[in-house]
């Protein structure tokens, strides 16, 4: 599967030269609207496993940094404390609750994500503080960055078993998509709403939807 | 009363205009308070409804900010996001608890209820049936068909994981909260479409409905009380409202005003109070003065002018004070002229007739005797046309200067204009009068020396004396008038009336009156005495005579009658008369073949009438008579009064052929010669010397001669009052012509006259014969 990618890639650069610098191997990931669309976590099944990324989630400026982090499952995440205050890490989801006290200067042990899924991560001191860990069993995944550019490196071409997960599932596991040439895409549209995440900062409560709903309908 | 109305109308019109301005103002006030109060309310309304809103929006907050703290608790999160029920359950319920809800409810993700505290107690459902938002903290809803205020908090587990909400009762309690912090009367009203649901409030709850369907605002009367109304609507869905409804109640606001209005109320009263009074004061001080004045006014037109008309005061009033006080004095000084006047002849500054009448009233009616004297100036007529008026006027002033302080004491001299002096002699007999008088009269009548000219008046008086005469003041005045008429200058100068001469004088007036209608009321007739020619025996012609039957005098003798008639005018009428009625006889007579001519006498004042010929002429073509049968008789003094128009008149009638005589000769100094040149063909001796012919007499003398004499002139001659054979014989034997008297006939009337004629046909040619 190395091998195979090489040519491409020189082709890639090749062209890059002789071109224009194309990013070899990134896929633009969108959003229903046709934004870019970033923290979107895309998976892909019957690869290679990938070597794996980052696995600190950090707190920096009384945010998690980053925001979403995806693990293999079984790995353990480190908590370091970016900040000079003091963090309530936590997790009520399904895939891994737990609790963690953080202090500044101080290391936390790490707290090893056997099972995959998502997990929401809460501070409890920090309302606004809200960040993702999506466990993961498959072997390749990627993340779109801020400009919501994925980068395949890792990824064998080839048709494979696609799926994707964004904060704005929450709990919910990742969606499959089917099965995908993501080198050959030039762009992944996912059904999120991303204005729609941009916008919100304190969502409606769930019983004045429900009455907005009904209202609306009346309304028609 | 008519000052009585001044001063009414004067108070009615101050006070009125006080009271028109005092109540303007007050009514200004009233209303101005009223609107202000009104204003206020609204304000207040405004207001109360701001904070009302306001407190609802803080005790959600406050409610919300306490469900916050029970969905931001980690345990109970942790609960949430595990799906602990039991945990969530006993945690909402003991929140709710704490911050006193009445209901607690708990949503899971989805919206559904999974927990309610109703639930926990009674196992019963929930049902909520509408909700909205009130503010960001709050919603409104309906549970139960019952008002709650619900506050929620979504529970972040971090991401939102379910929702607790707490919901809070509309409730009286808050009802009455509300009320004591805005002080309005609360209402929260729930209904379907009309139908009210539930109503709570600070009000008996029976009077809400009635507010319902009020607008916005407006003013609704709750058992009597008025009240400002605002409603706010807190939610309206699928036809559910629940609705807050504020009253602010009028009468506080409008009793802020009432003691300002009790206030205003007294000022005016009492404005108005010592306005009325002082225009009371005011008026009656101007009506005061001229209810006064009005009753001086009044006194003096009463006559009364003796007593002042006095007002102390300086000004308009005042002086018409003076004005009339002027007046008063001016009416009383007048009215004593007037007085004098009525009683005072102006000239002599004597008194007057009617002074005179009231002194013979007063003695008369006191039972006195005494003397009424007439003096009259003798020719006073004459001096008046000499000298003129005025110096007339000065004549009698200064006579009655020389007898003003010469008359009897007690007694009264009177001037009366145009008549003379009068004098009443209290108590004195006619002798004792006339010796008065005539010392008066010689007084009267010394040399004058007026305007430089002598006079010698001759003043004349009558006499009358009362009760003796009469015993009437105004019959006393005509008989003393009628006394002085009968006094001639020289010895008769003072004459006493006499009754006699009165009648005839009252009878000469009636006849000179009646007169004029002796004719229209057939009163008089025609007589004919004949005419005898002496040498034939014959008569032909007669002397036409005209008699007078008064209707009450009898017969009136020509000789009276026609004297009167010349005298009054009345002569040119009878004349006219009875030459009609001669005319038509004549006419009789011609027609019958009677040939007689006949004379009648004309005066003096028919030939000095111009028109008299022709009168003549007309009448006699007018029935067609010869003139030469008509012959007319003129006295002899009658053509001395205007010879030359006498002397016309006669020969026109001459040349007409009537025939004409001069009668009654010998009484008048015309002679001979001067007859010879009138017209004249015969010449009538008087009767007065015929009637006693005798042979030798004095009248046998004149009456020969006479006709001698005419005889010579060519002039036939008649005798009239040929009363005996005697006097025919002799007349006859002289050759007079025509004889005429009683012993030949009377005058008698026409148709005896005819008769007469028959019978004596032949009687005087008898004595030619024989």
Redesign the interface.
């Given at each position: 599967m190395h091998f195979t990618r090489y040519p491409a890639m020189l082709v890639a650069v090749f062209l890059a030269s002789t071109a224009v610098a194309i990013p070899a191997a990134t896929l633009p990931v969108l959003d229903q609207q046709g934004n870019a669309l970033k923290d979107a976590v895309i998976l892909v099944e019957g690869v290679p496993q990938r070597p794996p990324l980052s696995s600190s989630m950090d707190q920096i400026d009384l945010q998690f940094q980053p925001r979403v982090l995806v693990v293999p499952a079984g790995t353990d995440v480190g908590f370091p404390n970016g900040d000079n205050v003091r963090h309530h890490v936590y997790s009520f989801s399904p895939t891994k609750a737990f609790e963690l006290r953080l202090f500044h200067g101080s290391e936390a042990p790490p707290v090893t994500f056997e099972q995959a899924g998502p997990v929401v991560l809460g501070c409890n001191i920090h309302d606004a503080m809200i960040g993702y860990i999506l466990v993961t069993d498959r072997p390749w995944y990627g993340l779109s960055n801020p400009q919501g550019i994925l980068d395949l490196e890792h990824l064998p071409p080839g048709e494979s078993v696609v799926s994707w997960w964004h904060p704005t599932l929450g709990d919910a596991p990742p969606v499959t998509l089917g099965s995908i040439d993501l080198h050959a895409s030039d762009s992944l549209t996912l059904a999120v709403d991303g204005m729609a995440e941009a916008v919100v900062e304190k969502p409606l409560s769930p019983l004045q939807k429900r009455f907005n709903k009904a209202a609306g309908k009346y309304a028609n | 009363m008519r000052i009585e109305r001044l001063r009414t109308r004067l108070i009615l019109l101050l006070v009125g205009l006080l009271a028109l301005v005092l109540g303007a103002v007050f009514v200004a006030v009233y209303s101005a308070t009223d609107s202000s109060a009104e204003r206020q309310a609204r304000q207040q309304l405004q207001v109360g409804a701001n904070v009302f809103s306001r407190l609802l929006e803080l005790r959600a907050q406050e409610l919300a900010g306490a469900t916050e703290v029970l969905a931001?608790d980690?345990g109970f999160?942790?609960a949430v996001?595990?799906g602990d029920l039991p945990t969530i359950r006993s945690a909402l319920l003991n929140q709710a608890r704490r911050i006193g809800a009445d209901e607690a409810l708990f949503?899971?993700?989805?919206?559904n209820i999974q927990v309610s505290s109703r639930m926990e107690v009674s196992g019963s459902q929930v049902e909520l049936s509408a909700?909205?938002?009130l503010s960001t903290n709050a919603?409104v809803a309906l549970i139960d068909e019952q008002p709650f205020l619900l506050v929620?908090a979504?529970v972040?587990?971090?991401?939102?994981?379910?929702?607790v909400?707490m919901a809070f009762r509309l409730t009286q309690e808050l009802a009455e909260e509300m009320r004591s912090l805005t002080g309005l009367e609360v209402s929260f009203i729930t209904a379907q479409g009309d139908e009210v649901l539930d109503r709570v409030g600070t009000l008996p709850m029976d009077h809400a409905i009635a507010s319902l369907e009020t607008p916005e605002s407006s003013i609704v009367d709750v058992d009597g009380e008025v009240y400002l109304a605002t409603r706010i609507t807190l939610l309206q869905?699928?036809g559910l409202q629940v609705k807050a409804q504020l009253l602010s109640p009028l009468e506080d606001a409008l009793a802020i005003f009432d003691l300002l209005k009790r206030e205003l109320l007294l000022i005016t009263l009492i404005a108005l109070g010592v306005s009325s009074l002082a225009a009371y004061v005011m008026a009656g001080s101007l009506s005061r003065p001229v209810s006064l004045l009005a009753e001086a006014a009044r006194r003096i037109g009463q006559g009364d002018y003796a007593s002042m008309v006095t007002l102390k005061r300086s000004d308009e009033l005042g002086r018409l004070a003076e004005s009339i006080d002027t007046m008063r004095e001016d009416i009383a000084e007048r009215e004593r002229q007037i007085a004098h006047n009525a009683f005072h002849d102006p000239l002599t500054g004597l008194g007057n007739l009617a002074k005179t009448r009231e002194r013979l009233a007063d003695s008369l009616s006191a039972g006195r005797s005494g003397a009424l004297v007439a003096f009259y100036l003798s020719g006073a007529e004459d001096l008046i046309k000499a000298r003129g008026q005025t110096f007339y006027s000065h004549t009698v002033v200064a006579s009655a200067d020389r007898i003003r302080a010469r008359v009897p004491t007690n007694s009264l001299l009177a001037y009366h204009p145009g008549q003379g002096f009068l004098l009443v002699l209290n108590n004195m007999e006619t002798d004792q009068a006339v010796i008065t008088t005539d010392r008066l009269i010689t007084i009267l009548s010394e040399r004058m020396d007026n305007d430089g000219m002598k006079l010698n008046l001759e003043w004349l008086a009558g006499v009358v004396a009362w009760p003796h005469h009469s015993d009437d003041p105004d019959e006393l005045l005509r008989q003393v008038a009628i006394a002085a008429a009968d006094a001639h200058p020289g010895p008769m100068r003072i004459s006493v009336y006499q009754a006699k001469r009165d009648q005839d004088y009252m009878r000469r007036l009636r006849l000179i009156r009646d007169i004029h209608f002796a004719a229209q009321m057939r009163e008089l007739s025609v007589v004919y005495q004949p005419k005898l020619d002496i040498a034939s025996g014959e008569v032909r012609q007669v002397e036409a005579l005209m008699r007078w039957h008064h209707s009450e005098l009898g017969f009136i003798g020509p000789d009276e009658f026609i004297l009167l008639a010349e005298q009054t005018g009345s002569i040119h009428k009878l004349t006219q008369w009875i030459l009609g009625a001669i005319a038509t006889q004549m006419r009789h007579w011609a027609d019958q073949g009677v040939e007689l001519g006949v004379a009648m006498n004309i005066s003096a004042l028919d030939l000095d009438d111009e028109n008299f010929v022709d009168q003549v002429a007309k009448v006699l073509e007018k029935h067609g008579i010869d003139p030469a049968m008509l012959a007319f008789e003129v006295t002899e003094s009658a053509l001395m009064v205007n010879p030359e128009r006498s002397l016309r008149s006669l020969h026109q009638l001459r040349e007409m052929g009537i025939s004409l005589a001069v009668d009654d000769y010998g009484t008048g100094y015309s002679s001979l010669a001067m007859l010879k040149s009138l017209p004249v063909q015969d010449l009538k001796i008087d009767k007065s010397f015929v009637l006693n012919l005798a042979e030798g007499s004095e009248d046998a003398v004149i009456v020969r001669s006479t006709i001698e004499l005419a005889h010579n002139m060519g002039l036939k001659v008649i005798a009239e009052g040929v009363e005996n054979a005697i006097s025919l014989e002799w007349l006859r034997a002289l050759g007079c012509d025509t004889a005429q008297g009683y012993y030949i006939s009377r005058p008698i009337a026409a148709l005896d006259l005819e008769a007469w004629l028959e019978k004596n046909r032949h009687t005087y040619k008898q004595t030619e014969h024989s």
């Open positions: - | 931001a980690f999160r942790e996001a595990s949503f899971d993700a989805d919206g909700l909205q938002p919603l929620d979504v972040m587990a971090p991401l939102a994981v379910g929702q909400a869905q699928d």
